[in-house]
């Protein structure tokens, strides 16, 4: 394919020559920038003024105050790498809808392609950064392998090293000196060269969406609590320790016993002149519940903020019903569901069209460009849905069996591969008339001995089951036919083999013909 018929996501002719080196390679000053920390030292006037400068075009300040908060509060911290580790799943690339067997092929080889790159769960996390801060930046260095343009390395880049233009659409912009032919300064960020996820967590201009501009203030109020429950836990925490030192002391015992007073509060041990004292008040009492209320409060709305919720943050202390802590629930799976879809937009425009069109594998555009999309592995109750379907499926209800699996994390078979089955249902035998009416359906012509077979065997069972018992005693305990034989002779004593072949044949010939009788007896019954 000619270089310049690979078009980009916007539809316009790339070079790959463009793509050959990263961009940020050729702006060393960013590289070398160092971080203001505006956190040091923040009042309330100084965040102000950070916040209305964002608004005006200068970024550097508030993004760098946004890496501070999520660095200095654990809380935030916490949260937010709950909501981004949320998103660490596995993930698929799929053909587009109707595809042809040319867009399927497509699909697995760049599956093949995106797998191959490294440490790609990391490239995951690092484009979840703009959940707090708006946006986030990764630069693409790309090279060849086996044949293939693949990235190299993905690189995270920070907030501070771009600004935003104002124009018919908010442009992203690498920070430099240089203007371009329509007066406009930056750089414009190169394409193929960049993935450029932007999540909004409210509608307006860029500078004002993100999600850590909602919590600038909190961090600041309960910055300030933190740091006024220390100083009264110094103040009233320790107790107040006096000196005493006789009227004519000098100057330099004076400070001897300054310093004394000194390290016995902080070591718990010293040593004073003889003659001087040291005498210990008892702490000042004070209520430290107001600083704890303050912070509570403070992480207690950073928690909504950012999970939707306090139940499951453990930011809430007070008893909460599982019933509550399951809404809550929800709600988060509603944010990590909006965060899934806005990140599998990004990941398809700027990373898989990007592999796909420079390797020759989305010949119609994006339009028809395979998908990334990340799997939760979530899946329907099963014991609901197996109740469900059979009534569905009953009253006419067309489920596609494929749909059926992928609800219930069950996948399709392959050809070939050993399936569970169902166990056939045990049907319980009929008795009496409907015994008679089974048979006479399954077998339509039974002979006089097919007949009485189970009459006959229950009566000799009867009649034989007592002398079979002694008869089988013996054989199990006796050790040689000899035995046997002498043993049949003490059960009946005079009884010969002839006549005990006599009694079995009596005990045989007595039972067939009560079964007989009985089956005459029961078909009557039925004829008539």
Not at 137 to 151: A, K, M, N, S, T
Not at 435 to 448: C, E, F, G, S
Not at 490 to 497: S, V
Request: proline content about 6%; charged content about 20%; overall charge negative.
């Amino acid at each position: 394919m000619a270089k310049s018929m690979i078009l980009g996501a916007d539809g316009q002719p790339i070079d790959l020559d463009t793509v050959n080196t990263p961009q940020t390679s050729q702006l060393g000053h960013l590289q070398r920038e160092l971080q203001t920390h505006p956190t040091r030292g923040l009042t309330p006037s100084k965040l102000a003024q950070i916040l209305d400068a964002a608004e005006q075009g200068d970024l550097t300040a508030q993004f760098d105050l946004f890496e501070d908060m999520e660095e200095k509060d654990g809380h935030i911290a916490s949260e937010m790498g709950k909501r981004r580790r949320a998103l660490i799943l596995d993930w698929e690339i799929t053909a587009p809808d109707n595809p042809s067997a040319q867009e399927k092929r497509n699909a697995e080889q760049l599956g093949e392609l995106v797998q191959s790159i490294p440490d790609f769960e990391d490239v995951i996390f690092d484009a979840t950064d703009a959940i707090g801060k708006g946006f986030a930046c990764l630069e693409i260095e790309w090279h060849r392998d086996d044949g293939f343009w693949l990235p190299k390395t993905i690189t995270h880049r920070p907030q501070s090293w771009f600004q935003l233009h104002r124009g018919y659409r908010q442009e992203l912009r690498l920070r430099s000196n240089t203007t371009d032919e329509q007066g406009i300064q930056g750089a414009p960020l190169t394409p193929f060269g960049w993935i450029t996820h932007i999540h909004k967590a409210k509608s307006g201009y860029l500078e004002r969406t993100a999600l850590f501009r909602q919590l600038v203030w909190t961090y600041l109020f309960k910055n300030y609590s933190v740091g006024d429950l220390a100083e009264f836990l110094e103040i009233y925490g320790i107790p107040v320790r006096l000196g005493k030192y006789p009227p004519n002391a000098s100057g330099k015992e004076k400070a001897t016993l300054l310093q004394a007073l000194i390290g016995i509060g902080h070591n718990a041990a010293g040593i004073i002149p003889e003659g001087m004292l040291i005498d210990f008040k008892e702490a000042a009492t004070g209520d430290p519940k107001a600083f704890e209320l303050m912070i509570s409060w403070c992480e207690r709305n950073q928690s909504k903020v950012i999970l939707g919720g306090t139940l499951t943050s453990g930011a809430d202390g007070a008893a909460s019903t599982n019933a509550l802590g399951n809404v809550h629930n929800e709600v988060r799976k509603d944010l990590r569901d909006g965060d899934i879809r806005q990140l599998n937009s990004t990941i398809t425009r700027d990373l898989v069209y990007a592999i796909a069109a420079m390797n020759g594998l989305a010949p119609d555009g994006i339009k028809r460009c395979p998908r990334f999309g990340l799997i939760t592995g979530e899946t329907e109750d099963i014991q609901v849905l197996s109740e469900a379907l059979p009534k569905l499926v009953g009253i006419g209800v067309q489920v596609p069996q494929d749909w059926a699996n992928q609800k219930l994390g069950i996948p399709m078979p392959q050809p070939g591969q050993v399936v569970l089955g169902m166990t056939p249902a045990v049907q319980p035998l009929p008795t009496g008339t409907a015994a008679l009416t089974a048979r006479r359906i399954t077998y339509p012509d039974p002979t006089p001995a097919q007949a009485m077979q189970p009459q006959l065997a229950s009566q000799v069972e009867k009649a034989t089951s007592p002398w079979f018992a002694q008869i089988r005693k013996l054989v199990e305990s006796a050790a040689s036919l000899e035995e046997i034989r002498d043993g049949l002779e003490q059960l009946i004593p005079g009884m010969t083999l002839d006549q005990y072949a006599q009694a079995m044949a009596d005990a045989m010939a007595a039972a067939q013909l009560a079964g007989r009788y009985e089956v005459l007896l029961e078909a009557g019954g039925a004829n008539g």
